[in-house]
């Protein structure tokens, strides 16, 4: 079922690229987009882990070095029956994690150091199974598709109304709209977008709640571990690129009022008491 989201969600967002597209240049434009699209769908489903550990400054751990960390991973993974991924610690001092990686056999797990030092081991299993569980669920890759695009629609929306602004135009012979309709479908298709990449991450949050408590055998760890993840992220600032941000477990951007009104995550309580409900 999942894969067949990735290729909507592809489809959905290559289409309103073309639209921009056909709306700015006509034809050529649309053509151009098109093409434009299909580069980013390639680039995304075979990069989309290197540019995650990248963008979040994440460094390659060894087991020597965090061996507690490695048996947490090998232990959820025989019982998940999913391949040992690849295991990095993120430079912060904010307790988070995150799964990147388009399939299970190019997959990595990070944890920032700060999340290290405040949780026990029934509570690391519990963030560390949630995130085994996106990316067996895949959800990795559509959070990275959806944030690429959303990205890559709103840069171009940007382009589209400083050329407004400045008076830059196009003749229609091409049979695109004007000006004016490229404008407005400037405006509106970001929004399309966001909304689309909001409604996204927050089900697959849901869904990696629950499949991860199934992974650890219990509940109480999970929701243990966000409610002292969410009080911490309110008090320690992280140092991230907000295109990231739909990855962690809990938003890292939640000290900031407006990263609220936009997050990616539902709200901790009502996936602490979803997971209080739940029957594993």
């Known amino acids: 079922m999942n894969s067949l989201k990735i290729f909507l969600l592809m489809g959905t967002l290559s289409v309103i690229l073309v639209l921009i597209g056909n709306a700015v240049g006509g034809s050529s434009g649309a053509m151009l987009f098109f093409i434009i ?28 070095r965090a061996p507690e ?17 690849r295991i990095y610690i993120t430079p912060s001092q904010q307790p988070n994690a995150f799964a990147t990686g388009r399939n299970q056999d190019h997959a990595a797990v ?23 569980a996106h990316i067996r669920n895949k959800d990795v890759l559509i959070g990275t598709i959806a944030a690429t695009f959303a990205g890559a629609i709103s840069m171009i929306a940007n382009i589209i109304q400083w050329g407004a602004i400045f008076g830059m135009g196009r003749d229609d012979d091409e049979g695109g709209g004007s000006m004016i309709g490229a404008l407005a479908l400037a405006i509106i298709a970001p929004i399309a977008a966001t909304i689309i990449q909001l409604a996204i991450s927050r089900s697959r949050e849901y869904y990696a709640d629950e499949t991860g408590a199934r992974i650890a055998g219990n509940t109480g760890g999970l929701a243990n571990a ?55």
Do not use: C, W
């Open 69 to 85: 960390l490695y048996d947490v991973v090998r232990q959820l993974t025989r019982r998940a029956g999913m391949p040992m991924p």
């Open 226 to 280: 966000l409610l002292k993840l969410e009080s911490t992220a309110r008090r320690i600032p992280m140092q991230v690129n907000p295109a990231t941000s739909h990855m962690f477990i809990v938003n890292p951007l939640s000290g900031a009022s407006m990263a609220r009104l936009f997050s990616t995550h539902p709200s901790i309580e009502d996936r602490v008491n979803r997971l209080r409900e739940l029957r594993v």
């Open 110 to 132: 990070a944890v920032t150091e700060g999340l290290l030092r405040i949780l026990d081991r029934n509570e690391l299993e519990g963030v560390l199974a949630h995130e085994l």
């Open 37 to 64: 699209s299909l580069a980013m769908n390639f680039f995304t489903y075979f990069y989309s882990d290197k540019m995650a550990i990248k963008m979040t400054r994440s460094q390659p751990v060894s087991e020597s």
